[in-house]
């Protein structure tokens, strides 16, 4: 049996997996990530590594972006603030001996899903997660496609309304200003509903509160917009959707394919299959396993 570690650092924790070549969490640690100081967080995760007791093949590290995949730096991720330009890759090598590969969660997400969940025994793989933001990640023969500079699928920012709603600091009208869970809630709360989700959201609409109607309706007709684009450019098997929004909200999923299938060629209506993730919140940490057996 061999034996990988994946590792996911977010704002608040950070969790570290020891996973075997089967893609199961053979065991796992979690604690608190040191936001100012990376070098403390970088220790802790070298100590639990040593713990686990086995010889690892690599290490596989998820971390929101943005980030530079290429060289494997941090750039400016909102709830790292001590991390910005720090050389992760190169550093966390240094502390453990071993080969790591840094990607962002999403790209790890989907490339889980296209190896072992949803999209497993399919070619071309794309995934989007409508949840507090929006990410995605295209895999192609089980492999993350990253573009020239590792910036491919960072989609959140892609404008797809002109004059459209923001949200914090994207532009007008982009993807994540609209269909977000976060987004969807805040506008509710600025034209005066009360919600605390998403789904408090859709249950307005339910019972025919007109704004929360409209609310909604932008979600799903925007976003049916964005996915029909991607599947003119990239014409993927299969789409695998994640996250809360998509996965809680009653009918989100089918709503989407349903818009889809109406705004591509009608030749291609018959390709357009849009599913649920199969994976749960270990998607990450099964993506960043899968990156460092093959690396």
Not at 174 to 190: Q, V
Not at 221 to 226: T, V
Not at 249 to 269: H, Q, T, Y
């Amino acid at each position: 049996m061999k034996y990988a570690v994946g590792i996911d650092v977010g704002g608040t924790n950070t969790r570290v997996a020891l996973i075997n070549d089967e893609y199961k969490i053979v065991e796992r640690v979690q604690f608190s990530t040191d936001t100012q100081n990376p070098q403390v967080t970088l220790e802790k995760i070298n100590n639990v590594i040593k713990g686990f007791g086995q010889k690892i093949e690599g290490i596989g590290i998820s971390c929101p972006g943005p980030l530079d995949l290429i060289h494997g730096i941090i750039l400016e991720t909102p709830n790292l603030p001590g991390w910005h330009y720090f050389h992760l890759t190169e550093e966390l090598q240094n502390i453990t001996g071993i080969k790591v590969q840094l990607q962002n969660d999403a790209n790890l997400a989907g490339l889980a899903e296209a190896v072992i969940g949803a999209g497993a025994g399919k070619s071309h793989v794309q995934f989007l997660t409508i949840s507090t933001g929006v990410g995605a990640g295209f895999c192609i023969d089980g492999k993350i496609y990253q573009g020239s500079k590792g910036f491919a699928q960072e989609v959140a920012n892609c404008i797809v309304w002109k004059n459209g709603p923001s949200h914090g600091v994207l532009k007008s009208g982009s993807i994540e200003s609209i269909a977000s869970g976060t987004a969807i809630t805040t506008r509710a709360k600025n034209l005066g509903l009360e919600v605390v989700h998403a789904g408090d959201v859709y249950d307005l609409a339910q019972e025919g509160n007109e704004l929360a109607i409209q609310i909604m309706e932008d979600a799903y007709e925007y976003l049916s917009n964005f996915i029909s684009i991607l599947y003119g450019v990239l014409d993927p098997d299969l789409f695998v959707l994640s996250g809360s929004v998509a996965l809680k909200i009653p009918g989100f999923i089918e709503e989407i394919e349903k818009r889809v299938k109406g705004k591509v060629f009608d030749a291609l209506k018959d390709n357009i299959k849009i599913v649920p993730a199969a994976l749960g919140e270990d998607c990450g940490l099964i993506g960043a396993a899968c990156l460092a057996f093959e690396g």
